[in-house]
């Protein structure tokens, strides 16, 4: 039950000097959107006029020929505070419902996971995949800077935004890596996409992969500790964000390396 406003509207002076008063009521329902107002008219009588009714009831005339209405400026005031206060109302809950719409939106991961399959860049093989981690996995790299390091060169030509041209991710090396990184001679980011034979996401169990990313552990050179890889910072990504990124590996295009050698030192 929502608030209630009792509003007078209409008072009656009756020639016995009986006064009715009319009261509008405004009940204002929470419920069920879209909101709905439902205006009831009640009638609160004094003591007064139930003496009235009696003495009505025993002269046989009915009670609006008794009555007349008097239009006194504060009944005009009235209703405008009525109309007032059903404005204020109106405004105060589309507020609240825009609110709770935000909210939703805010936490809605299928959101997150719409848009990610929105933006991946390639075609996807689902077969045999946790769909919900894929498309969260595909928010996650194509809007975290994988691909700025893993995709070498970036775009496609003509299609590299930083020149004004409308923009094409070079689909032909999507994560296949190569891409020199000028503070740390020597080392290229590598080819994350599926293996061809296992379909794993650089050759790597989704174990050795929790490593990478946590530790910086250097799965193909035991002992070394990753350069130039942010995996300090991926690392503090939540593990179900980071099987996500997996699952996202796991469904994208196989492509060779994009460099001759690996990053070894
Ligand atoms: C700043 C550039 C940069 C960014 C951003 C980056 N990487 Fe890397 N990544 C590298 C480099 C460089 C290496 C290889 C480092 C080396 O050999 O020392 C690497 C290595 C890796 C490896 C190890 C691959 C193997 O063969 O063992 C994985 C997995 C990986 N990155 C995944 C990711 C993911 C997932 C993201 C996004 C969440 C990401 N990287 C973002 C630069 C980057």
Excluded at 2 to 19: A, D, K, L, M, W
Excluded at 187 to 212: C, Q
Aim: positive net charge.
């Amino acid at each position: 039950m929502g608030p209630q406003f009792y509003i007078e509207s209409e008072r009656s002076i009756t020639p016995g000097n009986v006064v009715t008063y009319r009261f509008r009521t405004l009940q204002v329902s929470y419920r069920f959107p879209p909101l709905c107002f439902a205006f009831a008219r009640s009638r609160m009588r004094s003591p007064g006029s139930v003496a009235l009714d009696q003495r009505l009831a025993q002269t046989g005339k009915p009670a609006n020929q008794q009555t007349r209405r008097s239009h006194m400026p504060v009944n005009r005031f009235s209703r405008r505070v009525t109309l007032a206060l059903a404005a204020i109302s109106v405004l105060f809950l589309l507020g609240f419902v825009r609110q709770s719409r935000g909210d939703k939106e805010a936490n809605s991961e299928q959101v997150r996971i719409q848009r990610g399959f929105e933006i991946a860049p390639v075609s996807l093989n689902l077969g045999g995949k946790d769909r919900n981690l894929v498309g969260l996995g595909s928010y996650i790299v194509n809007t975290s800077g994988c691909i700025d390091c893993h995709t070498w060169p970036n775009w496609a030509p003509g299609g590299n935004p930083f020149l004004g041209e409308r923009e094409q991710i070079n689909t032909a090396v999507y994560l296949a890596g190569g891409r020199p990184l000028l503070n740390q001679p020597g080392v290229k980011s590598r080819n994350i996409t599926p293996d061809p034979t296992f379909g794993l996401p650089a050759g790597l169990t989704l174990n050795e992969f929790m490593n990478v990313m946590h530790y910086g552990q250097d799965q193909q050179h035991p002992g070394r500790i990753l350069q130039g890889m942010p995996w300090p910072v991926f690392g503090k990504k939540t593990d179900y964000e980071l099987r996500a990124i997996y699952e996202y590996l796991r469904a994208i295009p196989s492509l060779p390396n994009n460099y001759q050698k690996p990053s070894n030192k």
